[in-house]
């Protein structure tokens, strides 16, 4: 990549398995160790985060692309993209080129070759993406599972337990 990146891992796992819920959980505990944290999270869905009737609304919708809105309290990009492009996970992390990041934890991209996380919950009966993913260096599951991974088994219901994972092995030979 023709920027600096921080290390980047991600949160694979099918819908309904609490990414989210994990990662909302994961940031505070990584944030304790004075990291500066940016995420990355890929939606299936349209989604609007503008409301008509506000100005940055109606001048994205007059066609200014992208609109920057800016306050002394945060900023944000809403840029229009083509419908008919595949989002990259390269792409995204351009965006944050320039940004002062120790890591960037990305929810989604699961078909994406870059360092992983699985997430799997056995009662949701979907298959494991391990081992068809050679990029998944850990499976974190709410249980055991029947035959272990190859790969350190991670325990779903201790956030800690995968802050320390992601501390360390995976920073420290990241960088």
């Known amino acids: 990549m023709p920027f600096s990146c921080p290390p980047v891992l991600g949160f694979a796992a099918f819908s309904g398995t609490g990414k989210t819920t994990l990662l909302a959980k994961l940031i505070p505990l990584l944030k304790a160790h004075a990291l500066r944290i940016g995420v990355i999270k ?13 100005d940055s609304f109606e001048l994205r919708k007059a066609g200014a692309n992208p609109v920057l809105l800016v306050s002394q309290y945060r900023r944000a990009i809403v840029e229009e993209l083509s419908p008919t492009a595949d989002v990259k996970l390269a792409d995204q992390l351009a965006a944050l080129s320039g940004t002062q990041l ?13 360092p992983k996380i699985e997430l799997h919950r056995p009662a949701l009966g979907k298959p494991l ?39 360390h092995p995976f920073l420290s030979h990241s960088q």
Do not use: Q
């Open 42 to 54: 890929h939606s299936h869905h349209d989604f609007e985060i503008d409301k008509p009737g506000k």
């Open 102 to 114: 120790d890591l960037v934890l990305v929810e989604g991209f699961r078909d994406e070759t870059f």
């Open 129 to 167: 993406l391990y081992p068809h993913d050679p990029w998944i260096i850990a499976v974190a599951s709410d249980r055991p599972l029947p035959t272990p991974p190859d790969r350190p088994w991670l325990d779903l219901n201790d956030p800690k337990a995968i802050a320390d994972f992601i501390l």
